[in-house]
């Protein structure tokens, strides 16, 4: 068929409606919520979680999700504890840093064998995690994940997801662009390694902040000793006087306030944003 021929079906004029709104709204807040809606017209999943790493880190930034406040447990404060050096996704960020589009299930990793399954993913009642990679710095990369409850994805779904990488790609690297330009007050600065130094800064002392850095990046009581030259009894002390001053009595408490600081409001969708595509 020629491309004249495509380009005038109803479902790709439908299609190209939704793209034009997507490029109209390409650097509005909501734009990854938008993205989202329109990709369920060619690949199902219920969840979305946009994520920003920077080389070097493993935890990222939460830019945006559409998960209901009553779920955060279960996604953000267990991952933030601990589970996020389990996860199989840092493998693929670690040793690559290339675009590229991967799945994280039963079948394509052994996952179910894994302290990450059984800590954390299990939880979730997903079947199915897409990964869309997206590097937008030389030591920086988006993550947009979308998470499925009815299956892993099909063949043809993945092919679609692959020949539409390229526009994911453009309409997220500007949305990331335009947010660093603007230096928004509550998403930046975007590195990970601020947000943790500034953490508890109006509350704590220099030292406590020090070491509530490392206790979120997973450091036990002997790792923090020994970084930063002390005794582990010292450090015990710390830990004492930063749980207090924080209002907190474990480290899973510790890290889901630290969650909550970063953690954007849930994505509404809106089926008004963005054009409807009946091509499926």
């Given at each position: 068929?020629?491309?004249?021929?495509?380009?005038?079906?109803?479902?790709?004029?439908?299609?190209?409606?939704?793209?034009?709104?997507?490029?109209?709204?390409q650097l509005?807040?909501?734009l990854?919520?938008?993205?989202?809606?329109?990709?369920?017209?060619?690949?199902?999943?219920?969840?979305f979680?946009?994520?920003?790493?920077?080389?070097?880190?493993?935890?990222?930034i939460?830019?945006?999700?559409?998960?209901p406040a009553?779920?955060?447990?279960?996604?953000?404060?267990?991952?933030?504890?601990?589970?996020?050096?389990?996860?199989?996704?840092?493998?693929?960020?670690?040793?690559?840093?290339?675009?590229s589009?991967?799945?994280?299930?039963?079948?394509?990793?052994?996952?179910?064998?894994?302290?990450?399954y059984?800590t954390?993913?299990?939880?979730?009642?997903?079947?199915?995690?897409?990964?869309?990679?997206l590097?937008?710095?030389?030591?920086q990369?988006?993550v947009?994940?979308?998470?499925?409850?009815?299956?892993?994805?099909?063949?043809?779904?993945?092919a679609?997801?692959?020949?539409?990488?390229?526009?994911?790609?453009?309409?997220?690297?500007?949305?990331?662009?335009?947010?660093s330009v603007?230096?928004d007050?509550?998403?930046?600065?975007?590195?990970?390694?601020?947000?943790?130094?500034?953490?508890?800064?109006?509350?704590?002392?220099?030292?406590?902040?020090?070491?509530?850095r490392?206790?979120?990046?997973?450091?036990?009581?002997?790792e923090?000793?020994?970084?930063?030259?002390?005794?582990?009894?010292?450090?015990?002390?710390?830990?004492?006087?930063?749980?207090?001053?924080?209002?907190?009595?474990?480290?899973?408490?510790?890290?889901?306030?630290?969650?909550?600081?970063?953690?954007?409001?849930?994505?509404?969708?809106?089926?008004?944003h963005?054009?409807?595509?009946?091509?499926?």
């Amino acid at each position: 068929m020629a491309l004249n021929q495509i380009l005038s079906l109803q479902e790709v004029v439908n299609w190209n409606m939704v793209l034009a709104s997507l490029f109209d709204r390409q650097l509005e807040n909501g734009l990854p919520g938008l993205l989202s809606d329109a990709m369920k017209q060619f690949i199902e999943h219920d969840t979305f979680i946009l994520k920003a790493y920077d080389h070097g880190s493993d935890l990222p930034i939460i830019i945006s999700h559409d998960i209901p406040a009553h779920r955060h447990y279960q996604y953000f404060e267990i991952y933030f504890a601990s589970a996020y050096k389990d996860d199989p996704l840092l493998d693929k960020l670690r040793y690559d840093g290339t675009g590229s589009v991967i799945q994280i299930n039963a079948s394509t990793c052994s996952l179910k064998n894994s302290a990450y399954y059984r800590t954390y993913y299990e939880d979730l009642h997903l079947h199915d995690e897409i990964d869309i990679l997206l590097p937008v710095a030389p030591r920086q990369s988006l993550v947009l994940s979308i998470g499925r409850r009815g299956g892993v994805a099909h063949e043809d779904e993945l092919a679609t997801l692959s020949s539409v990488y390229p526009l994911i790609e453009c309409l997220l690297k500007n949305f990331w662009k335009q947010r660093s330009v603007k230096q928004d007050a509550h998403l930046m600065p975007h590195s990970i390694e601020t947000r943790l130094a500034r953490f508890g800064e109006e509350l704590l002392t220099v030292r406590e902040r020090e070491i509530t850095r490392w206790m979120l990046q997973g450091k036990c009581t002997k790792e923090i000793a020994r970084l930063l030259e002390i005794s582990a009894q010292t450090v015990k002390v710390h830990r004492r006087n930063i749980y207090a001053k924080l209002g907190v009595n474990t480290e899973l408490q510790l890290c889901s306030r630290f969650a909550a600081t970063v953690l954007p409001s849930p994505y509404e969708g809106n089926s008004k944003h963005v054009a409807q595509w009946s091509g499926r």
